[in-house]
């Protein structure tokens, strides 16, 4: 997907002096994926439907 983003210069160095990643499109991709993967309720819902728990509330909280 082809994109025109205006990004501060000044930010851009500073990534890639850090990341050491010379392309703008790289840098760009990597930013975007360490923000995906920093947010924890992107990586509980990878769970969704997959786990059997096998909880009964009722005996949870006393009820039975």
């Not at 501060?8 to 923000?35: C, F, G, H, K, M």
């Not at 005996?59 to 039975?64: D, I, N, P, Q, S």
């Amino acid at each position: 997907m082809k994109t025109i983003l205006e990004i501060p210069e000044s930010l851009v160095q500073q990534a890639r002096s850090i990341t050491r990643i010379a392309s703008d499109n790289e840098l760009v991709v990597y930013a975007l994926e360490r923000l995906v993967d920093s947010n924890p309720l992107a990586t509980i819902k990878q769970y969704k439907g997959k786990l059997d728990l096998d909880i009964n509330v009722d005996v949870l909280r006393g009820r039975c």
